[in-house]
Nanobody, 122 residues
Framework: VQLQASGGGLVQAGGSLRLSCAAS????????MGWFRQAPGKEREFVAC????????YYADSVKGRFTISRDNAKNTVYLQMNSLKPEDTAVYYC????????????????WGQGTQVTVSS
């Protein structure tokens, strides 16, 4: 599966952005999907993941209550709604797909998008 992330940009602290990740292929609904981010000079970190059906989701503590992951299997797209953004949310955001893993370990994801830059100004 090929993944294409979009929706990043520059936003002031307290603002919102919605990231999208469009997937190719007919089997999108069989993949667990995740969002990760990497800030300059830091390791890539888990943000959120969602189950095949969208019925289950899991968040990093740092974004819980502010970010929402969702998916539309008919559109082969996963979203990350980001509210109450903080300067520390500044990073390149990546979407990822896994055929058999639901969780926060990026090593278990099989496919990755190219990343989209999110910059939050104070």
């Amino acid at each position: 599966v090929q993944l294409q992330a979009s929706g990043g940009g520059l936003v002031q602290a307290g603002g919102s952005l919605r990231l999208s990740c469009a997937a190719s292929g007919r089997t999108f609904s069989s993949y667990f999907m995740g969002w990760f981010r990497q800030a300059p000079g830091k390791e890539r970190e888990f943000v959120a993941c969602i189950s095949w059906s969208g019925g289950s989701s899991y968040y990093a503590d740092s974004v819980k209550g502010r970010f929402t992951i969702s998916r539309d299997n008919a559109k082969n797209t996963v979203y990350l709604q980001m509210n109450s953004l903080k300067p520390e949310d500044t990073a390149v955001y990546y979407c990822a797909a896994s055929s058999a893993y639901y969780g926060s370990n990026d090593r278990n994801y099989d496919y990755w998008g190219q990343g989209t830059q999110v910059t939050v100004s104070s």
